[in-house]
């Protein structure tokens, strides 16, 4: 049986076998942030497809719910949120998505609609990660 240690272990992202930071490679500066009900890891320079937004091209974004943010090899994470952590985003643009289709159909009654749309989008890159 293996001795206890009373001493706290530190993991750095590096030595941390499959997660995120290790994908990521180390000394590569991302944050994970929540915008929208879904997560992105985004790292500086990306851009980045969210939910449609009424901003003009080149206006800025801030996401200040960020759960983790990872520097040098270094995570930290948040409790549910980092303190102090935001990411700054410049809008690049509108953009449709792909077009989803809709049907409805009701059996031995000869009735049959398709219908479609597609949903609008903002592009934007990440203009820097703080905290």
Not at 49 to 78: C, M, N, Q
Not at 115 to 123: V, W
């Amino acid at each position: 049986m293996a001795k206890a240690s009373s001493e706290p272990t530190t993991t750095t992202a590096a030595s941390t076998r499959g997660s995120a930071a290790s994908m990521k490679g180390a000394g590569h500066e991302y944050a994970v942030i929540v915008d929208g009900g879904r997560q992105y890891t985004v790292q500086e320079g990306q851009e980045l497809e969210i939910d449609f937004r009424h901003l003009p091209a080149g206006s800025e974004v801030v996401f200040d719910e960020v759960l983790a943010v990872s520097r040098a090899g270094k995570l930290t994470l948040g409790a549910p949120k980092v303190k102090g952590a935001t990411v700054k985003a410049k809008v690049v643009g509108t953009e449709q998505g792909e077009k989803i289709y809709v049907q409805k159909f009701a059996r031995r009654k000869n009735y049959r609609r398709r219908t479609g749309h597609r949903s609008l989008h903002t592009r934007v890159k990440i203009a820097g990660i703080s905290g």
